[in-house]
């Protein structure tokens, strides 16, 4: 209605006990399915990076990733019988594990995106979150100028953190961080757009141009005052998210984001730019 969605966290609102049934999980629609699944590989990825991240919070953002990657294809396009009830068992058990995990380690700047432009566009949470989620791997995945106020670490190591979730996957880890980045970051999008035929832009989400153009400042503040932004192992720039929102809105790289901004934009991108530098 007010088209703003902020997350609302306190640990009086965690429950005493949960019940965690599969049965629920069988007559999901197929879109919401896809949609539920990649929510939650986004919020084991996005705990294990942060900044808050700790021992008990890794087990459980590793193996809901693993589980999540190895069964979210069949528990959606599975035929109905064992194997796809299985994988919707599976499923269920990561989602709540990721859940546990974020509890503590908390989210990033794809969820605080996803957030912002979810409520303003109207796309469900979790296909916004899967269009974003491999642009926030090679954001993070690159070496910041500064990481985020209060870094657990001597050195940036969300590069290292990607590649282990990439081995743990099965996915070619590289022989640098960098290319273990960019191999998880396509691997995502391969499952996305092939495994589960998801949209691959917001435009294709049906998000009209001119009216997305028109809330881009909206998007970036938002994103930046969004509750899981903090937790970012990098500082989340507010010109850099809308280079991303741009990106994402086109399908195209935040490189070729960002000139498209400028070109739409002209002087003031230029000069945020020219700052940053």
Not at 24 to 52: C, I, M, N, W
Request: proline fraction near 5%; hydrophobic fraction near 35%.
């Amino acid at each position: 209605k007010t088209g703003y969605k902020y997350p609302i966290t306190d640990y009086a609102l965690t429950p005493s006990v949960a019940i965690v049934d599969p049965v629920l999980a069988r007559t999901q629609p197929r879109k919401l399915a896809s949609d539920a699944g990649f929510d939650a590989l986004t919020h084991s990825f996005e705990a294990y990076v942060s900044v808050y991240a700790n021992d008990f919070t890794d087990g459980m953002a590793l193996h809901a990733a693993k589980l999540i990657w190895d069964n979210l294809a069949e528990s959606v396009n599975g035929e109905p019988g064992e194997d796809k009830i299985k994988a919707q068992e599976k499923m269920h058990n990561a989602a709540t594990m990721a859940g546990m995990a974020f509890g503590s380690a908390f989210l990033g700047m794809c969820h605080g995106m996803a957030h912002t432009i979810g409520a303003l566009c109207h796309v469900a949470h979790g296909r916004t979150n899967s269009i974003l989620l491999p642009y926030v791997i090679r954001y993070n995945g690159s070496i910041p100028e500064e990481p985020t106020s209060w870094p657990k670490y001597n050195k940036y190591i969300a590069p290292e953190r990607y590649q282990e979730i990439a081995k743990n996957l099965g996915v070619n880890p590289g022989k640098t961080p960098e290319e273990g980045v960019e191999n998880l970051a396509k691997a995502v999008e391969d499952y996305r757009d092939n495994k589960l035929g998801m949209n691959k832009s917001f435009q294709e989400c049906g998000v009209d141009e001119d009216y997305f153009w028109s809330i881009l400042d909206q998007i970036g503040m938002r994103a930046y005052e969004d509750q899981c932004a903090p937790a970012n192992p990098r500082i989340p720039q507010i010109e850099d998210m809308k280079d991303i929102a741009i990106a994402a809105y086109y399908g195209v790289s935040q490189a070729e984001g960002h000139k498209l901004r400028v070109q739409r934009q002209g002087e003031a991108a230029t000069e945020e730019a020219s700052e940053r530098a």
